[in-house]
């Protein structure tokens, strides 16, 4: 048995905590490393969102697939609307709370112009909306994509442009409701398509599209309509944290698995919005990515045997889902739950050549083919739910929970964080979290508690590790000399000194089970990350003052005005702002993070145990460098952290120093750490269990070499066989 060297247990409990204080917060930044990317600094080459431009990669869509390009002399004409000089009219209104949501359209495809959210705001000045859809244009080219917009009909085989950028071609009807004409090459109307928009009823988040395909002519005719759907969330103005925005799926088995079974079946892989660009491959101006691409079907996305429920983007706060249009309470079938009206999905991105976080996809919706006889008409309904990503909103929606789409709410980073942080954790947590703002009515005082209570679950482990690894540190102390003699005794003969130091250890009655102790804070670990996620992730917090607003109400100070954002102490004049990559816009100076460093400088002073042997050099470099990384590091990496993340650090730190000090006290007051003590209660105690284990395979070895002794005639097997 070889003795660990003394200098590996001299400053354990310095490590086990650095251990449990950084793993978060490395963990963190490993996982923001995944989405940053420099950008490749060459011009974009724009996209025309309006024609199928080629794609730069063949695992695109293929021209099977794709829609068909328009026809030179095509026997259809789209009609120019009649002339109006006003705007269409919104939909919902912003200053009316008992909406939702706000609807603009735009006179492109009769899409969405913006989708806001009247009770949600970027900042606490509460002055803009938060934006969940909207138009976007490529800088400095006439290339666009309007969400929810139609895009183009395929009518007999032949493909009509119906955005409307030529000339006007979409008439408000009323309010949401919009119609075009297709007439054929004699002028005679052909086909007519109605864009219906109506909000959710009983103030849900989200609205329904209708889009219709009337035959006006005398024979019959196959059609569809190809339309935009969801475009990217809005990137997040702060990048703490990297980029947290999504793709997740509700989808249901196979039929002979899905039975009778309602429920749809929510995503666990937890897709990164990277997921649905893919990767850049070699392209005319450097690395580009695919135009287009599919998504479904697509099986690394969503196997093909599994059935299409409903897509979400999501980031960290806010969801836009597509979702079908059912009652929940006349469900016949699962199939009822199935997003129908939709032969594929594909992904188009307009600037092809920037950066993960600066690239703008759109989702583009391809309808099913009907066969529409004179008179008649085709329809298809789309549902999509646009709001919190928060369970208990989400649950409150009868077609949204009938969907399971709340399930998709998980506080978790993902990542190198994702295999240990347990959603049955992370739910309890939330749970307690709500609990306590239940009963003191702030949140910031409820992460206080959060705090508090977690770690008193965790005292016991706590407790027994650091009695366990500190009592383990003093018998290594006394053993020093000893193990220093016997190396100079032996130093030419490795096995002899091998054979020494065991019986060295057995002598002095310590096991190498010593050295689990520090395996309790290991199995710690989880808990804090799930505690650090679920107030990443946690919606309440957002536009949340800290101290029932004291700082802002009575020192007229914004300091922690917004617990998702960082503190804000000393803000800084426009002129001083800066970015940093994984820090985001940086705007005034923030005191918790410093706070944090003193903190923590307390904390590594009061875990440090008294030196009782000189420290080589590389010993006393190591440690200076760890008292850096504490000191420094930590608050400079978590300098751009949401205040009420920072505030869970501060807290937890605070605790482990009275925890800390406690501890010890009580170990020094009842004599643990006194070496002829333990002695004596080894002694008492006898071998622990990797002692005997190791004494029973020496046992066996002798067995096998020796073959068995004597039986002992006092012995009980001797008597057992006389009986």
């Not at 969330?233 to 990048?239: E, I, L, Q, T």
């Not at 250890?505 to 290991?522: D, R, T, V």
Request: proline share 7%; aromatic share 10%; net charge neutral.
């Amino acid at each position: 048995m070889n003795a660990p060297p003394l200098s590996i247990f001299r400053h354990a409990r310095v490590f086990l905590w650095s251990f449990g204080a950084f793993v978060c917060v490395l963990a963190l930044m490993m996982t923001m490393l995944r989405f940053v990317e420099t950008p490749l600094g060459t011009a974009m080459i724009p996209v025309s969102f309006m024609q199928d431009a080629p794609s730069v990669s063949p695992a695109s869509v293929s021209p099977a697939d794709s829609v068909s390009e328009p026809v030179a002399d095509s026997p259809y004409v789209v009609r120019p609307a009649e002339p109006s000089s006003e705007g269409y009219r919104p939909l919902g209104d912003l200053d009316n709370l008992d909406q939702r949501i706000a609807l603009t359209f735009s006179p492109l495809g009769a899409g969405v112009e913006s989708l806001k959210l009247p009770d949600d705001f970027e900042t606490v000045a509460l002055k803009v909306h938060v934006t969940l859809q909207a138009k976007y244009q490529q800088a400095g080219t006439t290339y666009f994509a309007v969400p929810f917009a139609a895009f183009a009909a395929e009518i007999n085989g032949t493909k009509i442009d119906l955005s409307g950028w030529t000339y006007p071609i979409w008439n408000e009807v009323s309010p949401g409701v919009f119609e075009a004409f297709i007439d054929d090459a004699m002028g005679d109307p052909a086909v007519r398509i109605e864009r219906r928009f109506t909000l959710k009823p009983n103030a849900q988040h989200g609205f329904y599209l209708d889009e219709t395909i009337e035959n006006l002519s005398t024979e019959p005719i196959q059609a569809r309509l190809i339309s935009t759907g969801a475009i990217d969330m809005p990137k997040a103005g702060s990048s703490y944290g990297g980029d947290r925005r999504r793709v997740r799926y509700g989808y249901l088995l196979p039929a002979e698995q899905q039975g009778t079974s309602m429920t749809v079946t929510v995503d666990d892989k937890l897709k990164s919005r990277n997921k649905l660009l893919g990767k850049k491959i070699a392209a005319q101006y450097g690395k580009a990515y695919p135009t287009r691409m599919l998504v479904w079907p697509n099986d690394d996305l969503l196997e093909g045997a599994q059935r299409l429920s409903w897509l979400a983007l999501t980031d960290r706060y806010f969801v836009v889902a597509m979702h079908p249009k059912f009652d929940p309470l006349a469900v016949q079938s699962p199939e009822d739950k199935l997003l129908t009206g939709f032969t594929m999905i594909e992904r188009v991105v307009l600037d092809t050549y920037a950066s993960p976080p600066d690239a703008v996809q759109v989702l583009l919706l391809t309808g099913n083919e009907y066969q529409i006889a004179p008179g008649e008409s085709a329809s298809n309904t789309l549902g999509v739910y646009a709001g919190p990503r928060n369970r208990l909103i989400m649950n409150a929606e009868p077609e949204i929970a009938s969907l399971n789409m709340p399930e998709m709410v998980v506080s978790n980073l993902g990542g190198i964080c994702a295999p240990c942080t347990f959603s049955w954790l992370t739910d309890i947590l939330i749970g307690v979290l709500r609990t306590f703002h239940s009963i003191v009515g702030d949140w910031a005082v409820s992460i206080l508690l959060l705090v508090v209570v977690v770690r008193g679950c965790l005292h016991p482990v706590t407790r027994w590790s650091q009695i366990r690894v500190q009592r383990f540190s003093v018998q290594m102390q006394a053993m020093a000399p000893k193990q220093k003699l016997i190396k100079e005794k032996y130093k030419n003969d490795s096995k002899k000194q091998q054979a020494e130091m065991a019986k060295l250890w057995k002598e002095e009655g310590i096991s190498p089970a010593g050295l689990l102790g520090c395996l309790p804070m290991f199995l710690q670990s989880p808990v804090w990350i799930a505690l650090y996620a679920v107030l990443f992730f946690a919606t309440e917090l957002r536009h949340e003052p800290a101290f029932y607003g004291v700082f802002q109400d009575v020192l007229n100070w914004q300091f922690m005005n917004d617990l998702s954002a960082p503190d804000g102490a000393i803000p800084l004049p426009a002129s001083m702002h800066f970015s940093i990559a994984m820090w985001g816009k940086v705007d005034s100076i923030n005191i918790l993070p410093l706070l944090l460093g003193v903190v923590f400088y307390l904390h590594q002073k009061y875990l440090t145990p008294p030196t009782q042997a000189t420290l080589t050099p590389e010993q006393e470099s190591q440690q200076k460098m760890m008292k850096v990384m504490m000191v420094i590091l930590f608050p400079v990496m978590m300098y751009a952290a949401p205040s009420g993340l920072a505030l869970y650090f501060i807290t937890n730190s605070a605790l482990g120093i009275v925890e800390n000090k406690w501890i010890r006290a009580h170990m020094e007051k009842h004599g643990m750490l006194e070496i002829e003590n333990i002695r004596a209660a080894k002694k008492d105690k006898g071998p622990g269990f990797l002692q005997r284990m190791t004494e029973a395979a020496e046992a066996q070895k002798q067995l096998k070499e020796k073959g068995p002794g004597q039986i002992n005639p006092a012995s009980k097997n001797s008597r057992r066989g006389k009986m």
